[in-house]
């Protein structure tokens, strides 16, 4: 959890963060104020990860609907900065309906 809070301050610029928030949550921006959020942030464990040796392998996994990720046990920020960016820019869209 430090890792990933350390990679959004200090790592991630503010594009890369608004487009964290999208992956996450499926919107451009956080609401203004406390009282708008819909639901708290949250950081879960990636359970398919779990069991393996080589965790660097996985990817991050978003649940907009609920503002969640499950994350790998990176054994550094580099590889999770690494994947979690591959993600963010690989999977930008909710759902194709434009196919």
């Known amino acids: 959890i430090k890792l990933f809070w350390a990679m959004l ?6 594009n890369q963060r608004a487009k964290f928030i999208s992956f996450t949550w499926g919107r451009s921006r956080l609401p203004q104020s406390e009282k708008d959020y819909e639901q708290k942030f949250k950081i879960a464990s990636h359970n398919a990860s ?50």
């Open 9 to 14: 301050e200090d790592v991630f610029d503010d």
């Open 50 to 99: 779990e069991s393996s040796d080589n965790k660097d392998s996985f990817f991050p996994l978003a649940h907009t609907c609920f503002f969640q990720i499950d994350l790998p046990r990176y054994s550094s920020i580099d590889a999770m900065t690494r994947r979690v960016l591959w993600a963010m820019e690989s999977c930008a869209s909710i759902d194709d309906d434009s196919h």
